[in-house]
């Protein structure tokens, strides 16, 4: 991949933590690819140690893998002696899992799959429920999802409409697979219809069996599966076909699952207890969230769906650059922003004119802290509180209990390359939302993910989980210290 190293057009930045010798070490090669940067972190298997991680523009104009040779040239030019072949990635690239969900009543089965999706690490772009006719089928078409999520009724209840959608899905002017995660008792019969139209169906276990038991797991599984085999290779991101065989999960689906190891531990690692995770990127805040509900309040809630207390939340409208302006104008409506800020929405603007700009003063670092702590506080009382549909695309939830929460950790490049300062208020900003209407982590230590352990270890922890779990406890970097026991390095 030499040759192909050389178009990239920009040298990797790396960073090495370990010193030599390398040869002989068993090491594994984790690549994100983001929507604007491929980061790449070489771990160490057996001794659960960060050695070296890189950065490049992500290439989507060209090839994928351009962005990622260049890393990896620079790494071995790095690190002398070392076996790089083995690499394991997952992806946003080229907009991500991009999933609509089809169910059978928008308040059961397609608030279900909505919550499903969003924890498989997809972009849920459209959610319908009830049956499709041609306008749902046009809409639903017009989102141009990758993924199909089909829901519908409860374990040998109403099987009528998830029939009927099944039907429509089958003629209409779609080549996507469809995950099929309703009723099991015609389950066969949805697949057959389907595949009578020429689509690709893949049978799951019901996301919703019974009445109020939500099961996301066997779904979740599904369209990782599906994403790694159907989605990566028809996007075109890649020439190549080692990009099919890296690929093992959707970025955000990794996260999620390095923070479940992180909160419950591994082996001999202990887990940390509830956590929160809050991701800023340039164009979305994602909040992924891992509590232990109170078995009585669990109980006394009376939803016809569940929580998942193990979840993620995307907001597409919260960003540093793309979407700096849709920070602002959330936090007005908010009702977040002082008096003194008039210069903010300039600023904001100004960045998303220039997604690129690098901050180049103190008072413009400043508006990065001001817009992260913002877009923090905004996605977490969205996450937390309960909430009534927003977009077509977005579903009703009761919220989330946060105060047991012992560990916040922020992740994303304002976060990372922050000064401790700016760090720790932006982090805390959202820790003290008390006219926010959620209730907020009582006694959380602080945490950063600087050198993009989540991602990393969310896929090393699919085979490996207690050397992730090391990973995680070594290198997210303490902030300010909360309970002791909830401290990464505790």
Partial sequence: MTARALDAGRAAAVQVFAPGPHAGRELVVCVDFGSTFTKVAVVDLVAGELVATAEHPTTVGSDLLDGFAAAREALAAALPGACLDRALACSSAGGGLRLAVVGYERAITAEAGHRVGLSAGARVEHVSAGPLHEPEVAALVAARPDVVLLAGGTDGGNAEILLHNAGALATAPLDVPVVVAGNAAVRDEVCALLAAG???AVPTANVLPRIGVLEPRPARETIREVFIRHVIGGKGLSAMPELASMVRAATPDAVLHAVELLADGAGRVAGTGDVVVVDVGGATTDVYSVVTPDAEQAGLRGEVVQPLWRSRTVEGDLGMR?????????????RLLGGDEPGLRAAAARRV??????????????????????AATVALRRHARPQLPRTPATVRHGGKDLREVRLVVGSGGVFRHASPQRLGAALRAPLRDHAGGWPVPERAALAVDRHYVLAAAGLIGLDHPEVACHLLRRYLRLVETGVASATPGG
């Fill in 353 to 374: 004119a220039d997604p690129a700009y690098v901050p180049d003063s103190p008072g413009e670092a400043a508006v990065d802290a001001r817009l992260a702590a913002l």
């Fill in 198 to 200: 020429g689509k690709t």
């Fill in 322 to 334: 793309w979407n700096a302006l849709g920070v602002v104008e959330a936090a007005a409506a908010e």
